[in-house]
């Protein structure tokens, strides 16, 4: 299965958290191989994934930060 690059970005978050089914997961890192442009933008994603985990916690509640998460999983797509 070939994927085109609006594939591959869609199932970005659930590559980054290792919930793609194996040949998902062939398909994706198939097609970082022939990509430059898609490879440049997981490297982009997981190095912001990096940072801003280390950065301090919001203080948010903890609904307001679930539902600001799924609003961005969201917006992602």
């Known amino acids: 299965m070939n994927l085109t690059c609006d594939e591959l970005r869609a199932l970005l978050l659930e590559h980054h958290a290792g919930e793609l ?4 997961t062939q398909s994706f890192e198939s097609h ?8 440049y933008y997981v490297e982009s994603y ?3 994934v990096k940072i801003t ?3 301090p916690k919001s203080g948010l509640p903890a609904d307001v930060e679930s539902r600001m ?3 961005l999983k969201e917006q992602l797509k």
């Open 32 to 39: 970082l191989v022939r990509c430059r442009d898609c490879t």
């Open 46 to 48: 997981t190095h912001t």
């Open 21 to 24: 089914a194996v040949e998902q």
């Open 53 to 55: 985990g280390r950065l």
């Open 69 to 71: 998460r799924e609003a």
